[in-house]
């Protein structure tokens, strides 16, 4: 059964599901963090993860993602140097991925933002009715990578890292931070002068 609720982990990094909830997610190709990052990525879940263990019930919500939130800063930071082949510079596949993000919007789910970079991508998504965060995430990076790999010529490896980071948005302040830094990210990584210049984005729509 599809999980609404709870905390659990599939991989890196720890994940909270809290029914009818807001989220901005962060998945990425497979080769864009060095082999390190990831081991060191996997201890810090692992104390992590047993630390929420130890918590009552009621506190883990509260004491989830807080360590991870000056870390997770530090893996974007990496990610904007586009380390790895970078396949979402290309046009033909970050036309791919807008498309596939954008095709269920307002049926499926709520996308409040959003910005393919050349080897990550960013979204601000609320899942609706039966739909949940897990399945549309494998829904965007099955068909994605299926349609890149065919263009790619390439077969065998893996497109995307099979982790996902996502953060639970608890509040309105941080749901604008996270279109925000959404929005902004092709800015703050060098690739243009506004927001709005950069084609693979919620902000040129506007």
């Known amino acids: 059964m599809p999980l609404r609720s709870g905390f659990h982990s599939r991989g890196y990094l720890p994940h909270l ?51 991870f939130e000056g870390y997770a800063s530090e893996i974007d930071a990496l990610l904007d140097r586009s380390n790895g082949e970078s396949w979402l510079g290309r046009a033909s596949i970050a036309s791919i991925v807008a498309s596939a993000l954008n095709y269920f919007a307002s049926t499926h789910y709520e996308l409040s933002a959003w910005v393919v970079m050349p080897n990550h991508v960013h979204a601000v998504i609320r899942p609706l009715l039966e739909h949940t965060l897990d399945e549309i995430l494998h829904s965007w990076k099955s068909y994605t990578a299926n349609q890149a790999n065919r263009l790619l010529n390439r ?52």
């Not at 990052?37 to 009621?58: F, I």
């Not at 639970?168 to 931070?177: F, K, L, M, S």
């Open 155 to 206: 077969s065998g490896n893996p497109f995307w890292q099979k982790e996902t980071y996502d953060h639970w948005i608890r509040d309105e302040t941080d749901h604008a931070h996270c279109c925000q830094y959404t929005e902004t990210n092709p800015v703050k990584a060098g690739l243009c002068a506004r927001p709005e210049d950069w084609c693979w984005s919620s902000a040129s729509q506007k």
């Open 17 to 67: 599901k809290v029914e009818g909830a807001t989220y901005f997610v962060t998945f990425r190709l497979a080769d864009s963090l060095p082999k390190e990052v990831l081991l060191r990525l996997k201890a810090q879940r692992d104390d992590l993860l047993r630390k929420n263990s130890q918590l009552p019930p009621e506190l883990v919500h509260q004491e989830r993602g807080q360590p």
